[in-house]
């Protein structure tokens, strides 16, 4: 039974979905001010190995992710930019999802655009206009905290007798931990600024409201998991709980999951202490997608993960030997049967495998499961106890094990090119008449294009950089 920590009643719970088979799932996507940093991407990759194990474990899945393309940042940086709101935010989309592609997270059921939403949002504010949660002021509709008794149940901040008062607004996109006062729902428009004209007026979209709008609107009043970021908890995911469930009078999530902060080198990351990295910063250094998603995977989501540049380097190392270990598997040539303890080896490790993942999404026990597996595996390579039917076996478990951490990387089962093909049989003839000089010039070459080759006792292997 898969249990999960909820934020909303700080207990590790059996997940039951709504719906038997079926999980509606939201997760906080990018605001696209900029190019998105690691920090950013653990989230993302935690709730891909969460939308990778729920299908793992049978459930369909409807998974959602906002892109919120309007807010106090964007609307600066297009300006300073020069461009408008709509061609500066499909620039940064772009971009973010070049990163998501390439650190082999799946793409949600749905990618919902927050500007593409402005009338769901004026219907939400206009419930809770008649349901009594709100008021004007100088054009814009702002949300009176005091009218939800329940506020501050996913946080657990004592604001002591803040939201009684109800007596200040805010009316920017983000504000203080431990600051609890009424949250703009809807701004009036300021001059240079983008506008929408609706039943509120002219203006725009406060954040908080277009998680709520969109998630409805896409999943239901009431859904399984919404998921984010540890910083979001307060105000944003506070906030998203009482617009919502004002508007409909009934629950609005019924388990919040929370990605704890990454730390580099120890520290919070920060471009003043030179320790802020971006997705493209660390391709830059040499560093593969595959790589960065291990590191970001290796710790389990609800602790935090000390990032550093050598622990980099060893998921470097560490993802070419699963790459390698595979490729190795691929090609073994073994007599037809299958041995007992193979056999056995599966079924143990595709246990612990499930039994880490259903604890709470226990990825450094299930990454565990994986690494006794290889070297086990590697010992009966090396004995050649591996047989036809245990192949297909143990790389069908690979393939189980990568569905949900996709780190190992495809097997290279085609042919070489005619060309690559010739180069490797020249570089045999030459070593056979020692005629070293050419050998090794041929090993370059193919090094080149992206082919290391290895001599080992069953003749020559070759696999891709």
Known sequence: MLKLYNTLTNLVEEFHPLDEGRVRLYVCGPTVHDYAHIGNFRTFLFADLL??????????LHHVMNITDVEDRIIKKAGEAGVGLREYTTRYIDYFFED????????????????DYIDEMVMVIKRLNAAGHTYQSDGSTYFRI???????????????????????????DDYDKQDARDFVLWKAAKPGEPFWTTALGEGRPGWHIECSAMSMKALGETFDIHAGGIDLVFPHHENEIAQSE???????????????????????????????????????????????????????????LNFTLEGLRGAESTVARLQ????????VKGEAGQAPALMDLITRSQVRFEAALDDDLNTAEALAAIHVFVHEVNTALARGEVKTNDQVALLALIGRFDSVFNIFGEAQMELLDSEIQ????????????????????????????????????????????
Not at 51 to 60: A, E, Q
Not at 266 to 279: A, P
Not at 324 to 330: E, N
Not at 442 to 451: F, M, T, V
Request: proline residues 3%; aromatic residues 12%; positive net charge.
């Open 51 to 60: 939308r990778r194990y729920l299908r793992y474990k049978g459930y369909r």
């Open 100 to 115: 998501f592609d390439a650190l082999g997270a799946e793409r949600p059921e749905e990618i919902l655009r927050a500007t």
């Open 146 to 172: 005091a009218t939800f008794p329940d506020y501050g149940k996913l946080s657990k901040i004592n604001f002591e007798g803040n939201i009684a008062g109800a007596s200040e607004r805010v009316d920017a």
């Open 246 to 304: 004002g508007a409909t009078g009934k629950p609005f999530v019924r388990y919040w999951l929370h990605a704890e902060f990454l730390m580099v080198e120890g520290e919070k990351m920060s471009k003043r202490k030179g320790n802020f990295f971006t997705f493209r910063d660390l391709i830059e250094q040499g560093f593969s997608p595959r790589a960065i998603r291990y590191l970001l995977l290796s710790a389990p989501h609800h602790k935090q």
């Open 324 to 331: 390698d270990f595979r490729q190795r598997l691929a090609e």
């Open 422 to 465: 010739a180069l490797i049989e020249e570089r045999q003839a030459a070593r056979a008449a020692k005629n070293f000089a050419r050998s090794d010039e041929i090993r370059h070459l193919l090094s080149e294009r992206g082919i290391i080759l290895e001599d080992t006792k069953d003749g020559v292997r070759w696999r891709r950089k």
